[in-house]
């Protein structure tokens, strides 16, 4: 079955270090995003993606990069951890090929806790 | 800028009750999508329901029905015969036409046997 994973499900770094988070789905689907999962705050938007080689920021990027070299795949990178972005973090897909294709799926989440 | 509102941080209902969640978003668009998802304690967030903005009949899944008030930009959650599987966080989402979201700050839904 189609599906999107993400890994490591957890992980501890400390402050200062670079981490990526990957993200891979097998739907071919066009459309992923990244989100943050704070209490208080829903799920907030880090970047996303419309297609191989298309990448933009969402409401909270400051900090994060990502980059799209295939359809199936959309790492996240933290490029100086920081203990504010200790959260959970979700990578969603969907496939942009107009309604009613326009729901996102999520993956499991990774828990990232930065000392 | 789209804003989702979930004005109930907590809710309970007892079991084979019917519980109401509400949502409320504020948006100068006239074509978008609304969604609820569910995110019990593992974690993983499942979709619950969508609507269509430009479709006026509320949608259904099984014991999951929406109030769709386009006017008044509210998208309320019904539960019907509430099951101990419905615990979880509700989120209220707005999709607009760029397939961007934006979520709600979530219901923590307790069922009580």
């Given at each position: 079955d189609a599906e999107i994973t993400q890994s490591p499900r957890h992980k501890i770094t400390e402050t200062g270090r670079q981490v990526t988070l990957a993200c891979h789905q097998?739907?071919?689907?066009?459309n992923m995003f990244w989100y943050r999962q704070d209490l208080g705050h829903g799920l907030r938007l880090i970047h996303y993606s419309y297609g191989v080689q298309d990448t933009n920021k969402g409401e909270?990027?400051?900090?994060y990069s990502v980059s799209r070299s295939n359809t199936e795949d959309l790492p996240l990178t933290l490029e100086s951890a920081a203990s504010s972005q200790t959260s959970v973090y979700f990578c969603a897909s969907s496939d942009g090929r107009g309604d009613p294709q326009e729901t996102q799926y999520f993956g499991p989440g990774t828990r990232l806790l930065v000392l | 800028a789209q804003t989702v509102t979930q004005s109930q941080p907590e809710m309970s209902v007892q079991e084979a009750e019917t519980v109401t969640l509400s949502c409320t978003y504020d948006t100068s668009e006239s074509n978008y999508y609304l969604f609820w998802y569910k995110q019990p304690p593992s974690r993983q967030m499942i979709l619950v329901i969508r609507q269509e903005a430009y479709k006026q009949q509320n949608a259904t899944e099984n014991r999951f029905s929406v109030n769709f008030q386009k006017a008044a930009k509210s998208f309320s959650l019904k539960i019907s015969?509430?099951?101990?599987?419905?615990t979880a966080m509700y989120f209220c989402a707005f999709m607009n036409t760029g397939n961007q979201f934006y979520f709600g700050t979530g219901t923590s839904l307790t069922v009580i046997p």
């Open positions: 097998t739907w071919n689907h066009n909270v990027s400051d900090g | 015969d509430s099951q101990l599987g419905d």
